[in-house]
């Protein structure tokens, strides 16, 4: 098996020895702990991990990568489902050291660092009272969620995280120290919220705070399969209803042993409406009884404390599974999606599912070219997974990925969620973001980093010189 190139050791020690962090080479015990990412699929063997606890190590990691000609892939919570955040034979810059968060509760703020966790930042900030809109799975790195968007349960009331972001600061290709937000730097703070990854190497993140919880009302509403045209119809409805405090998804999908799902419902075909309810909380009982009504098969929805609601998913996302998404944005939920994907669901080779998430709300009021996020206007952003074991599963689990949105695609809007396409390529990534804004991407990559430094990403080729 490959276990990294053979870098000059002379150069590596002397590097090693005078770096603020830790470098974890190929022959050490924890190798192989600390090289691993969320996506089993992505088995990389990098030459060294430099282990980044304060900017000035990411300043000389950065530098000794660069003199060494090494490829670097930048890790926040190692969660790429495309497996950016590892690479072989290069250097793996990795910020988990970097964790600190700092609540501000006068001024309603929390300064984040590059290696945090979603369930970090939503500790700190509850014991005040307060939350940041982040995603829904707790051990995924604030990093990489925030610089390509951050949907989530409150993205209707409070925004994408990216709304909620007021500056980052970063380390440059060429190693100085940037700030970027409304004031400083602003045509790379349009350029960071959304297509982040591309510009340097983001150290803290400074995001507004709202007040959330400690209680809201969270859960899923299951019904079998042969009910799905009902179930959408009733989610039409929801959403047409909808307040900013209710976020709501329709999932098709496999259900599996884990909770929410009772003992003996794996691998049932099912349909289900999951809601988040972040107002007072007797506001959600109204929108809860129409559902309620259609005797759902499973009905966990209740009031819970927000911190639990956001790490209940943490077992069925775990690490070290295989994984594949394919996803996009939807107008609407027709009768025909629905056909389409019960039927898919029929054929899929094991844990799979095809989500429908609503917008609206806050997303929608900001504009579209405000930032580089592409797709806020749709009405449903709509991601398309699958989870297996085995290699030898993978063909027929991508292959189920790609044919059900193969399927889906002529009902699609324009643009895709950079955080969640695997694929990758120039063609892919301006399909992402459209050409208008990839053109404005490319001529900022050109003005920040001309090398293509950072290019384990979705990746942003820099534009011509003017
Ligand atoms: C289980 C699971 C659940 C998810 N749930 C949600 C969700 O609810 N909402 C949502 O919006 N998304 C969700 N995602 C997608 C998630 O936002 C992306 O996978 C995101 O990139 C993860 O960030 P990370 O820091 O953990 O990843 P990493 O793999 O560490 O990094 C991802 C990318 O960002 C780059 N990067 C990381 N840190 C930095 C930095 N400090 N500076 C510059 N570049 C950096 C990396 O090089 C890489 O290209 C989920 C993903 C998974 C696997």
């Known amino acids: 098996m490959e276990r990294g190139r053979a870098l000059d050791r002379t150069a590596l020690a002397a590097f090693a020895g005078g770096f603020g962090g830790r470098v974890v080479r190929p022959d050490d015990p924890d190798y192989d702990q600390a090289r691993a990412v969320w996506n089993a699929i992505f088995d990389r063997f990098p030459a060294c991990i430099a282990q980044c606890g304060a900017v000035e190590d990411v300043v000389a990691a950065l530098r000794f990568a660069r003199e060494q000609e090494l490829t670097i892939a930048v890790r926040g919570g190692g969660h790429s489902a495309a497996g950016f955040s590892t690479c072989d034979g290069g ?3 990795d910020l988990r050291p970097m964790q600190g968060v700092t609540v501000d509760s006068r001024r309603r703020t929390v300064t984040v660092g590059a290696g945090a966790h979603l369930s970090q930042l939503d500790e700190a900030t509850q014991t005040v009272g307060l939350a940041c809109p982040v995603g829904v799975i707790g051990h995924t790195g604030v990093a990489g969620l925030t610089l390509g968007g951050g949907m989530g349960r409150l993205q209707r009331r ?3 995280t990216i709304d909620n972001l007021l500056g980052v600061e970063l380390v440059t290709a060429d190693g ?5 937000d409304e004031s400083e730097n602003s045509q790379l703070f349009w350029g960071v919220r959304g297509a982040g990854a591309n510009f340097g190497v983001v150290t803290s993140f400074r995001f507004g705070l709202h007040p959330v919880g400690p209680v809201v009302v969270q859960g899923v509403v299951v019904h079998p399969l042969e009910r799905a045209h009902d179930l959408a119809e009733q989610f039409r409805q929801l959403v047409a209803d909808a307040p900013d405090e209710l976020m709501m998804s329709l999932e098709f999908r496999v259900a599996t042993d884990q909770p929410p799902y009772a003992p003996g419902m794996a691998g049932r075909r099912v349909v289900l409406i999951e809601l988040t309810y972040c107002g007072p909380v007797g506001g959600a009982d109204r929108y809860l009884s129409p559902l309620r009504a259609g005797r759902p098969m ?12 956001q790490t209940r998913k943490e077992e069925m996302l775990a690490w070290g599974h295989r994984f594949y998404m394919k996803n996009a944005f939807f107008p609407a939920i027709t009768d025909e999606i629905v056909d389409l994907c019960a039927s898919r669901l029929c054929d899929a080779p094991g844990t799979c599912s095809v989500g429908f998430m609503a917008q609206g709300g806050a997303i929608a009021r900001v504009p579209e070219d405000a930032m580089a996020f592409t797709g806020r206007g749709a009405a449903f952003w709509c991601g398309i997974e699958t989870v297996w074991d085995e290699a030898t599963r993978d063909d027929a689990h991508i292959g189920w ?7 889906l695609k002529p009902f699609t809007s324009r643009g895709h969620y950079v955080n969640d396409v695997v694929e ?3 063609d892919v990534v301006r399909g992402i973001y459209g050409d208008t804004k990839y053109d404005r991407l ?3 990559k050109r003005a920040w ?7 384990l990403n979705q990746n942003v080729v820099p534009g011509p010189l003017d």
Do not use: I, K, W
């Not at 100085?176 to 970027?180: H, P």
């Not at 966990?300 to 911190?307: A, E, F, H, I, K």
């Not at 980093?449 to 290019?455: A, E, K, L, Y």
């Open 298 to 309: 499973l009905d966990t929805v209740q009031p819970r404390s927000y911190l639990a609601v």
């Open 449 to 455: 980093d001309p090398d293509n430094v950072f290019r």
């Open 158 to 160: 409070y925004g994408l």
């Open 424 to 426: 990758a390529g120039e």
């Open 91 to 93: 250097m793996v810059l």
């Open 176 to 180: 100085r120290l940037a700030r970027a």
């Open 401 to 407: 990925g790609r044919a059900t949105m193969a399927a």
């Open 442 to 444: 490319a001529a900022l």
